[in-house]
C-alpha cells in the first residue's frame, strides 16, 4: 500500500511537508456488566439477547451508572497522566438518529470530561517524546447494523442490540504526532498501557480499540497548522499506519497541484489502501449536546481517588527503565520484553533465578520466543518455567555445559518439560573440562590434521577455529571450549 502514497507525490516533494496527527481512541472497558444497566458485556451472544428496558432506550427506564466502568476509567486516566477532573465531572446527551441507537442519544460526556490534561510518551528512532493526552471521558457504545448475511440482506439491514450501552473511554490526543509512524508508536503504547492496568483487553478484532486520525499537513518551517480531515474505519495498526501514509500524502498533492484540502470526514478502504471522502463539514453532525438529566454529576473523592491509585501496578514505561537499570538490558530489550505483562513476569521470575538477567534475556526473547511463536503459543503455555530456563542459563555461566550444548538442550526442554539437570543426567552430555581426557583428543585431531598444524604454524592463526571444530566433533559438543583453546594453543606453541 505505501505504493499507493507514493504514486501520489515524489519523495523529494513529500519530504518538504510535515505531517500533524491527533487520535480519538475508543477503548471497550473490561467491565462483567454494561455501563448503565445490569445486562452482560459478554461478546459473541445470539442477537438482541443481552438487552433490557434501560439499554433498549424503553420509556420511564432510568441509568443507573456502573462504579467498575467508573474506576476503571479513572485508572486508565492517571495511567495517561490525567487530572481527575474536580469537583465533578458530568455526563451529556449526544443526540442523533441511528438504527442500531434505539435511545436516540449517546449517553458521553462533553464540557466537563473525567480527565484532562496527560500526556503518553514514545519511542520512535530512539527518541523519546511526549503525546499530549487532552481528555479521558465515559460514554455508553451503540449497537451494530448488520448489512451482511442473511438471505434478504439485499433489501434489509439488520440491528444487533446486545453492544448497546456497553463501557467505553474515549481518549483524545493534543495533535502532537508528526508521522505515521509517531500515531502507530503512540496507539502501540496506549495499548500496552490500558492492557497494564487491566482496563481493557484491547483486542482489535473484537472492537475492543478503535481508532480515528485526524490528519493535516504544513510545509516543514511554518507554525501554523493546516485543515484536518480526519479518518476512520482504522481497525488495525497496519490500517492505521497505510492509511494515514496514504492521507498524508494525497494532502500534499492537494496542496502541489494548487488546490485546498477541505475539512471533511473519510473511510479508509483497506482493500485499495486509499481514503475515500464520506462528509464535509456542512453536512457535519449538530449533536445538540446537554447535560443528561437521569444522572447526577460524577464526583471522585479524595478516599476513592487514592485507593485506585494505589492499586496501580507499575507501567510499561516505568517497567522499562527499571529493566535498564536493574539488571542491565539494553533500551531495546527491555522494549521487548516489557511488551505484555505476562512476558516481563515471566522475564522477572527468571531473572531472579539466576546469576545473568542479561543471559536469561537473550533465551527469552532469542530462542523460547522464537519458539513459542513457532507453536503458536503464548508465554503464559510456556512447557519450560523461568525457573528452568534460569538453570539452563546458570550451567552454562558456570561453564557445567557450552552454549553449543544448552542449545542442544533447550528443545528437548521445550518438548518434554523436563529440566536441563534432568536430561544431562539421563543423555550423559555434561561437559568435559577433564584436561586429561581433552588433551587425548586433541593429539588425535592433530594427528589427523597435519597439513593444517604446518598452516597453523606458519602464521595461519585463522586455523586456530578449524581445530576448536573438530575437536567439538569428536566430542558431540560437550567439549570445554575455554579448556580447549587453551590446550591447543600450548600443544601448538
Ligand atoms: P473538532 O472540533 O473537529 O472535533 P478538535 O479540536 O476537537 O476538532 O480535535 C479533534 C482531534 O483532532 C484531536 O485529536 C486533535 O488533536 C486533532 N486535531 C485538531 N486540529 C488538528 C489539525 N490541524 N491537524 C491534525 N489534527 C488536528
Ligand atoms: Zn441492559
Ligand atoms: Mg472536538
Given at each position: 500500500?505505501?505504493?499507493?502514497?507514493s504514486?501520489?507525490?515524489p519523495?523529494?516533494?513529500?519530504?518538504r511537508y510535515?505531517?500533524?496527527?491527533?487520535?480519538?481512541?475508543?477503548?471497550?472497558?473490561?467491565?462483567?456488566?454494561?455501563i448503565f444497566?445490569?445486562?452482560?458485556?459478554?461478546?459473541?451472544?445470539?442477537?438482541n439477547?443481552?438487552?433490557?428496558?434501560?439499554?433498549?432506550?424503553?420509556p420511564g427506564?432510568?441509568?443507573?451508572?456502573?462504579?467498575?466502568a467508573?474506576?476503571?476509567?479513572?485508572?486508565?486516566?492517571?495511567?495517561?497522566n490525567?487530572?481527575?477532573?474536580r469537583?465533578?465531572?458530568q455526563?451529556?446527551r449526544?443526540?442523533?438518529f441511528?438504527?442500531d441507537?434505539?435511545?436516540?442519544y449517546q449517553?458521553?460526556?462533553?464540557d466537563k470530561?473525567?480527565?484532562e490534561?496527560?500526556?503518553l510518551?514514545?519511542?520512535?528512532?530512539?527518541k523519546?517524546k511526549r503525546?499530549?493526552?487532552t481528555?479521558?471521558?465515559?460514554?455508553?457504545?451503540?449497537?451494530k447494523?448488520?448489512?451482511e448475511g442473511?438471505?434478504?440482506s439485499d433489501?434489509?439491514?439488520y440491528?444487533?442490540?446486545?453492544r448497546c450501552?456497553t463501557?467505553?473511554?474515549?481518549i483524545?490526543?493534543?495533535?502532537d504526532m508528526?508521522?505515521?509512524?509517531?500515531?502507530?508508536?503512540?496507539?502501540?503504547?496506549l495499548?500496552?498501557?490500558m492492557?497494564?492496568?487491566e482496563?481493557?483487553s484491547c483486542?482489535?478484532?473484537?472492537?475492543?480499540l478503535?481508532c480515528?486520525?485526524?490528519?493535516?499537513?504544513?510545509?516543514?518551517?511554518?507554525?501554523?497548522?493546516?485543515?484536518k480531515?480526519?479518518?476512520k474505519?482504522?481497525?488495525?495498526?497496519?490500517?492505521?499506519?497505510?492509511?494515514?501514509?496514504?492521507?498524508?500524502?494525497?494532502?500534499v498533492?492537494v496542496?502541489?497541484?494548487?488546490?485546498?484540502?477541505?475539512?471533511e470526514t473519510?473511510?479508509y478502504?483497506p482493500?485499495?489502501g486509499?481514503?475515500?471522502?464520506?462528509?464535509?463539514?456542512?453536512?457535519?453532525?449538530?449533536?445538540?449536546?446537554?447535560?443528561?438529566?437521569d444522572?447526577?454529576p460524577?464526583?471522585?473523592?479524595d478516599?476513592?481517588?487514592?485507593?485506585?491509585r494505589a492499586?496501580?501496578?507499575?507501567?510499561p514505561a516505568?517497567?522499562?527503565?527499571?529493566?535498564?537499570?536493574q539488571?542491565?538490558?539494553?533500551?531495546?530489550?527491555?522494549?521487548?520484553l516489557?511488551?505484555?505483562r505476562?512476558?516481563s513476569?515471566y522475564?522477572?521470575?527468571?531473572?531472579a533465578?539466576?546469576?545473568?538477567p542479561?543471559?536469561v534475556?537473550n533465551?527469552?526473547m532469542?530462542?523460547?520466543?522464537g519458539?513459542l511463536?513457532?507453536?503458536?503459543?503464548?508465554?503464559t503455555?510456556?512447557?519450560?518455567s523461568?525457573e528452568?530456563l534460569?538453570?539452563?542459563?546458570?550451567?552454562?555461566?558456570?561453564?557445567?555445559?557450552?552454549?553449543?550444548?544448552?542449545?542442544?538442550?533447550?528443545?528437548?526442554?521445550?518438548?518434554?518439560?523436563?529440566?536441563?539437570?534432568?536430561?544431562?543426567?539421563?543423555e550423559?552430555?555434561?561437559?568435559?573440562?577433564d584436561?586429561?581426557?581433552?588433551s587425548?583428543?586433541i593429539?588425535e585431531?592433530?594427528?589427523a590434521?597435519?597439513?593444517?598444524?604446518?598452516?597453523?604454524?606458519?602464521?595461519k592463526?585463522?586455523?586456530m577455529?578449524f581445530?576448536?571444530?573438530q575437536?567439538?566433533?569428536?566430542?558431540?559438543?560437550?567439549?570445554?571450549?575455554?579448556?580447549?583453546?587453551?590446550?591447543?594453543?600450548?600443544?601448538?606453541?
Open positions: 500500500m505505501a505504493s499507493t502514497a504514486a501520489l507525490v519523495p523529494e516533494v513529500l519530504a510535515e505531517a500533524v496527527i491527533g487520535l480519538e481512541v475508543h477503548v471497550q472497558l473490561a467491565t462483567r456488566t454494561k444497566c445490569a445486562c452482560p458485556t459478554s461478546f459473541g451472544a445470539p442477537p439477547t443481552n438487552v433490557c428496558p434501560v439499554c433498549l432506550g424503553l427506564a432510568l441509568p443507573v451508572l456502573n462504579r467498575q467508573v474506576e476503571m476509567a479513572v485508572k486508565a486516566a492517571l495511567a495517561l490525567c487530572t481527575i477532573r469537583p465533578y465531572s455526563f451529556a449526544k443526540n442523533y441511528y438504527p441507537l434505539p435511545k436516540g449517553i458521553s460526556q462533553y470530561p473525567l480527565a490534561h496527560g500526556w510518551e514514545i519511542l520512535v528512532d530512539g523519546r503525546i499530549g493526552v481528555r479521558v471521558h465515559l460514554e455508553d457504545d451503540a449497537g447494523s448488520l448489512h442473511f438471505r434478504d433489501r434489509f439491514t440491528v444487533d442490540l446486545n450501552g463501557p467505553l473511554i474515549e483524545v490526543s493534543e495533535p508528526r508521522s505515521a509512524d509517531e500515531a502507530y508508536a503512540y496507539l502501540n503504547e495499548k500496552l498501557v492492557q497494564y492496568v482496563v481493557s483486542d482489535m478484532e473484537k472492537g475492543h478503535r480515528d486520525a485526524n490528519v493535516s499537513v504544513r510545509p516543514r518551517g511554518r507554525q501554523t497548522f493546516g485543515t480531515t480526519e479518518v474505519n482504522l481497525n488495525s495498526f497496519r490500517f492505521l499506519k497505510q492509511a494515514l501514509e496514504y492521507e498524508i500524502a494525497r494532502q498533492a496542496i502541489e497541484s494548487g488546490g485546498v484540502i477541505t475539512q473519510r473511510l478502504n482493500d485499495t486509499e481514503t475515500v471522502g464520506m462528509r464535509t463539514k456542512e453536512h457535519a453532525h449538530d449533536y445538540r449536546y446537554f447535560p443528561e438529566p444522572l447526577l460524577l464526583r471522585i473523592n478516599a476513592w481517588l487514592e485507593r485506585i492499586s496501580m501496578p507499575e507501567l516505568q517497567k522499562r527503565a527499571r529493566f535498564v537499570e539488571y542491565g538490558l539494553r533500551e531495546y530489550d527491555a522494549q521487548v516489557t511488551l505484555t505476562a512476558l513476569d522475564f522477572e521470575r527468571a531473572a533465578a539466576s546469576r545473568d542479561r543471559a534475556a533465551w527469552v532469542g530462542d523460547l520466543l519458539a511463536k513457532a507453536e503458536g503459543k503464548e508465554i503455555e510456556s512447557p519450560v523461568p528452568q534460569a538453570e539452563l542459563v546458570d550451567l552454562i555461566v558456570g561453564g557445567e555445559i557450552s552454549g553449543k550444548l544448552a542449545k542442544e538442550i533447550f528443545p528437548k526442554m521445550l518438548a518434554t518439560g523436563e529440566s536441563a539437570r534432568t536430561i544431562i543426567e539421563r550423559g552430555l555434561r561437559q568435559i573440562s584436561a586429561e581426557t581433552l587425548r583428543i593429539d585431531v592433530l594427528a590434521n597435519p597439513k593444517q598444524v604446518e598452516l597453523y604454524r606458519g602464521g592463526a585463522g586455523v577455529g581445530f576448536v571444530g575437536v567439538m566433533k569428536a566430542t558431540r559438543g560437550q567439549a570445554n571450549p575455554q579448556l580447549v583453546n587453551q590446550l591447543l594453543k600450548e600443544k601448538l606453541g
